[in-house]
C-alpha cells in the first residue's frame, strides 16, 4: 500500500520568507512517481512538479525549487522569498509506475503574511 | 481550451436523493477519475477508468457507481445520497505514457447532503 504523510498541516509566515513543506512518501515500489499541486483559495487544482524515482536531481523553477531523497523517501518543497500569492493548500502525491492510483497527502495550509 | 468540465458547481441534496456529476475532458485522455476532497484528508480516489468501457474502484468506492461509455465523458452517480457523501468532487483525467503524466482537475462539484 502507498502513503503520503504532510506532517505540517499549517504553517504561517512573513512574506519574503522562505518556506520548506514536507512530503514522506512510502511506496513498496521501484519505479514510481511524485507531484506536487497547488490549491489556491479559489479552489482549483494546480499541477506544480513532476519527479520518476529514477531522477535525484533537486529542481528549481524561479522561487520554487524540490529536494527528492530517495534514501528518506522525502520530496520536500522550498519556497524562496515567499509571496501572499502563495497562500494555498499544497498537496503532494506519489503515482506507482502503471499512474493510475495515485495517492495524496492531507496538504499543507500555507499562509504568507504581508 | 475547456480541459476537464465538471457540472454542477453546486449542488444540495436531501439524504436518499439520487443525482450524477457530470464529467467531460477533451484532451483525448485515456485516464479519468473521480476524487473527493475532505478537510485534513487530502483527496481520497473513488473511481477511475483507463479507457472507454474499463472502470475499477479507487479507496473510497462505496456509494458511488460510475460508467466509461466514450473516452470523453465519465459520470459519477450517487444512487441514495447521504450526508457522509458531502464533499468537494473533482474529476480528473491523464494521458501520457503509462498514463503517468499530470493528473488535470476540473474545478471540482461542491455537494452538500443534508
Known amino acids: 500500500a502507498q502513503k503520503v504523510t504532510q506532517a505540517q498541516t499549517e504553517i504561517s509566515v512573513v512574506e519574503k520568507e522562505d518556506v520548506t513543506l514536507d512530503c514522506v512518501y512510502e511506496t513498496r515500489d521501484t519505479t514510481y512517481y511524485l507531484f506536487w499541486y497547488k490549491q489556491p483559495p479559489s479552489g482549483e487544482l494546480v499541477f506544480l512538479i513532476r519527479r520518476n524515482s529514477f531522477d535525484e536531481q533537486n529542481e528549481i523553477s524561479g522561487r520554487y525549487s524540490w529536494n527528492f531523497q530517495k534514501s528518506t523517501s522525502s520530496f520536500n518543497f522550498t519556497i524562496t522569498a515567499s509571496q501572499v500569492v502563495d497562500s494555498a493548500v499544497y498537496f503532494c502525491?506519489?503515482?506507482?509506475?502503471?499512474?493510475?492510483?495515485?495517492?495524496f497527502g492531507g496538504g499543507t495550509r500555507l499562509m504568507v503574511k504581508p | 481550451n475547456a480541459g476537464v468540465t465538471q457540472t454542477p458547481k453546486f449542488q444540495v441534496l436531501k439524504t436518499g436523493q439520487s443525482m450524477t456529476l457530470q464529467c467531460a475532458q477533451d484532451?483525448?485522455?485515456?485516464?479519468m477519475s473521480w476524487y473527493r476532497q475532505d478537510p485534513g484528508m487530502g483527496l481520497r480516489l473513488i473511481h477511475y477508468?483507463?479507457?472507454?468501457?474499463?472502470?475499477d474502484q479507487g479507496e473510497v468506492p462505496n456509494g458511488y457507481n460510475v460508467s466509461r461509455s466514450t473516452t470523453e465523458d465519465f459520470p459519477l452517480r450517487l444512487l441514495s445520497a447521504a450526508p457522509s457523501q458531502t464533499s468537494v468532487y473533482f474529476c480528473a483525467s491523464k494521458g501520457g505514457l503509462l498514463n503517468t503524466g499530470e493528473l488535470f482537475f476540473g474545478e471540482g462539484s461542491r455537494l452538500t447532503v443534508l
Open positions: 484532451m483525448n485522455h485515456e485516464y
Open positions: 502525491a506519489l503515482g506507482p509506475n502503471a499512474g493510475n492510483m495515485l495517492t
Open positions: 477508468s483507463v479507457g472507454a468501457g474499463i472502470t
